[in-house]
T-cell receptor, first 112, second 114 residues
C-alpha cells in the first residue's frame, strides 16, 4: 500500500465533541470491515465491525457507516474523551481466510 | 487474562542471529494470524493457521521466516539470520472459525535488530 512514512494524518478534537474518522478501502469485493484502535506500544484493539450487507452499525458511543458505492468507511465517536486518543485503523477482509488488509492509520488527539 | 498473549514483549538481537517468538491465542480460537507492523504503518499480513495447518503465507514471508502451530494451540514465528530490515512489531491475532470474523490481537513483540 501507499506509505505515509512516520507522519500519520492527525485529527484533533475538543473533549466532549464528536469525532469522525474516515477511511477509503480498495477492494470492492471486501465483505467485512473492522475498526481498530491502537495505543502506543500495544496491539490493535477491536472497536466495531460491519458486514457489506449493512450500511450502518452502532455500538457504545461508536457508529460505523459503510458506503459501498464510493468504497468509504467512517467511524463516528460520540462525546470524545481523552482516553480515545490513539491511532485508528480501518481494515477490510476479502476471501475465505479472513486475512485483514489495513488502511492508513489516523491519529486522534483529544484536547482537554 | 484470557486474551492473546505474546512472548517476549521486546527482543534486541544482533544482525545474523536467529530469534523465535511465541503466541498463545484465545483458547477456543482455532484461527491464528501473524502480522508485521513497522512504525507509522498498519499491520501487514504474514501468515495464517487454521488449527495446525498453515493455509496461507504472504510474499512478505521470505525463506528466513518460518511459523509453526504444532498442536493447533500456541504458535511460534522464527526468523533466521536476522537483518536490520526485520526490525518491527510482530503481532499475533486469533479468531473463531465460525461466527464473526473478529480478530483479536495480542500486545506484540517488538524486535530490534542492531
Amino acid at each position: 500500500g501507499e506509505s505515509v512514512g512516520l507522519h500519520l494524518p492527525t485529527l484533533s478534537v475538543q473533549e466532549g465533541d464528536n469525532s469522525i474518522i474516515n477511511c477509503a478501502y480498495s477492494n470492492s469485493a471486501s465483505d467485512y470491515f473492522i475498526w481498530y484502535k491502537q495505543e502506543s506500544g500495544k496491539g490493535p484493539q477491536f472497536i466495531i465491525d460491519i458486514r457489506s450487507n449493512m450500511d450502518k452499525r452502532q455500538g457504545q458511543r461508536v457508529t460505523v457507516l459503510l458506503n459501498k458505492t464510493v468504497k468509504h468507511l467512517s467511524l463516528q465517536i460520540a462525546a470524545t474523551q481523552p482516553g480515545d486518543s490513539a491511532v485508528y485503523f480501518c481494515a477490510e477482509n476479502t476471501g475465505a481466510n479472513s486475512k485483514l488488509t489495513f488502511g492508513k492509520g489516523i491519529t486522534l488527539s483529544v484536547r482537554p | 487474562d484470557t486474551g492473546v498473549s505474546q512472548n517476549p514483549r521486546h527482543k534486541i538481537t544482533k544482525r545474523g542471529q536467529n530469534v523465535t517468538f511465541r503466541c498463545d491465542p484465545i483458547s477456543e480460537h482455532n484461527r491464528l494470524y501473524w502480522y508485521r507492523q513497522t512504525l507509522g504503518q498498519g499491520p501487514e499480513f504474514l501468515t495464517y493457521f487454521q488449527n495446525e495447518a498453515q493455509l496461507e503465507k504472504s510474499r512478505l514471508l521470505s525463506d528466513r521466516f518460518s511459523a509453526e502451530r504444532p498442536k493447533g494451540s500456541f504458535s511460534t514465528l522464527e526468523i533466521q539470520r536476522t537483518e536490520q530490515g526485520d526490525s518491527a512489531m510482530y503481532l499475533c491475532a486469533s479468531s473463531l472459525r465460525t461466527g464473526g470474523y473478529e480478530q483479536y490481537f495480542g500486545p506484540g513483540t517488538r524486535l530490534t535488530v542492531t
